[in-house]
């Protein structure tokens, strides 16, 4: 696949004096890069004499180092993928080109965006991204698990109670020996697959400021919700309670696909590894909110990416235009297609939503009206502090500590943290 991405950027290009070279950056995948290309390659046609030569980097850890030191040695990329997780720390520095003034000339209309996506690469009235896909975070459930215990399918807004009787009735130990052979749910020590539940049991994990974990990680909403999530493997063991989550590498998910487990948390991201088992009728699933506790509404984190510019790119203008070509309804139409992610346009996802026979892009679709911005774009440390966010499952589920005690300990190391 990457060698097909060089090839094809190559074919035809003579390398003459008068060539311009637009360079853009990425942790993509060689198979994403590849769905970037009809956009990339319209690009390359509408701009004679332009060439677009993309300089992937793997590992995102190490991306992120390479875009920062790449700005700051004055060479830097044309246009960089930018995080959701990164937007702080760049905005903070000051490094990436305001979009918003050249949007419509660009040929892109701040308004065709979700405006709770765009929020999120936006501060104040300046736009440092053009959102190109997004997700939340969801329930999938496996329906044929639901007909064959003669459950009705869960709706969106469901609550704990619900929830629970739900993974209950389709936990399932046919032989008797105390280990289910169909499991419920899942409880994933990621803190990505668990903010929704913590956000729809009306608590928090960092004041609204964001520069405090106490009060929040600690508030008796959040212990409540916590205490409820981890009893779902503690005590009413309707999840699979491996000996050292550490050392357990996707079997949750595993399981979901093998038709052993039926409530999986999870994102849009899941549906490339599934899409064969869905067509051939194999798999059967449907998607629904995450469930909320009384007094509480449902709420998801909305984890997105955006086609940026840094503010001392060679080629200022037509790095704005390849990052709105990127980020257009054409570019996203054809993304849509590898099942990856959402289209951060309504219109263009309604229309592909439109066409799905699974019903899946209409129920993804529906949640985005629960999406919230993830505490990743909204402050500068947050890979530090969902660094420590695990430990509260593990200590919790595996050596079977207190939930307040665990949340009033993490709560103050994180504190810590936001006060560096």
């Given at each position: 696949m990457a060698g097909l991405w060089v090839a094809v950027l190559l074919s035809g290009c003579g390398g003459g004096e008068d060539e311009i070279v637009l360079r853009m950056t990425s942790w993509q995948s060689p198979q994403e890069n590849v769905l970037?290309?009809?956009?990339?390659?319209?690009?390359?046609?509408?701009?004679?004499?332009?060439?677009?030569?993309?300089?992937?980097?793997?590992?995102?850890?190490?991306?992120?180092?390479?875009?920062?030191?790449?700005?700051?040695?004055?060479?830097?990329?044309?246009?960089?993928?930018?995080?959701?997780?990164?937007?702080?720390?760049?905005?903070?520095?000051?490094?990436?080109?305001?979009?918003?003034?050249?949007?419509?000339?660009?040929?892109?209309?701040?308004?065709?965006?979700?405006?709770?996506?765009?929020?999120?690469?936006?501060?104040?009235?300046?736009?440092?991204?053009?959102?190109?896909?997004?997700?939340?975070?969801?329930?999938y459930y496996n329906r044929r698990l639901f007909d064959a215990a003669g459950l009705a399918y869960p709706r969106d807004g469901w609550t704990f109670d619900e929830f629970l009787r739900t993974a209950r009735a389709l936990t399932i130990d046919r032989d008797g020996d105390g280990t289910p052979e169909q499991w419920g749910t899942a409880v994933d020590r990621r803190f990505h697959t668990w903010q929704a539940m913590v956000w729809s049991g009306g608590g928090d994990i960092l004041q609204p400021d964001g520069r405090r974990a106490s009060g929040a990680l600690d508030a008796p909403a959040t212990v409540r919700t916590l205490g409820f999530l981890t009893s779902l493997a503690v005590e009413h063991k309707v999840a699979p309670r491996p000996n050292a989550f550490r050392a357990v590498s996707g079997n949750e998910t595993r399981l979901f696909y093998s038709g052993r487990l039926a409530l999986l948390p999870s994102g849009h991201w899941l549906i490339p590894n599934i899409r064969a088992q869905l067509a051939r009728g194999q798999l059967s699933l449907g998607v629904v909110s995450f469930p909320h506790a009384p007094g509480a509404a449902p709420a998801t984190p909305l984890f997105a990416s955006g086609w940026a510019v840094p503010r001392n790119a060679t080629h200022r203008k037509l790095a704005v235009e390849l990052a709105a070509a990127l980020a257009g309804a054409a570019a996203q139409r054809h993304r849509l297609a590898a099942g990856l992610e959402l289209s951060t346009m309504p219109a263009v996802q309604a229309e592909f939503a439109s066409h799905d026979t699974l019903g899946l892009e209409r129920a993804f679709l529906a949640q985005v009206a629960f999406g919230r911005p993830p505490w990743g774009a909204r402050i500068t440390r947050f890979r530090e502090v969902e660094a420590q966010l695990p430990d509260i499952i593990d200590r919790v589920v595996i050596r079977g500590e207190p939930v307040a005690d665990v949340a009033r300990d993490v709560a103050r190391r994180l504190d810590e943290v936001l006060r560096r």
């Open positions: 970037d290309l009809p956009a990339v390659q319209a690009f390359e046609r509408e701009h004679p004499g332009v060439r677009v030569v993309n300089e992937p980097v793997s590992n995102q850890a190490e991306y992120r180092e390479k875009v920062i030191t790449a700005i700051a040695s004055g060479s830097p990329p044309d246009v960089l993928l930018l995080d959701g997780i990164d937007v702080p720390s760049f905005a903070q520095a000051g490094v990436l080109l305001d979009l918003a003034p050249f949007a419509a000339r660009a040929g892109l209309a701040l308004d065709a965006f979700f405006p709770s996506v765009l929020a999120m690469f936006s501060r104040g009235d300046s736009v440092l991204a053009f959102p190109k896909g997004f997700s939340p975070v969801v329930y």
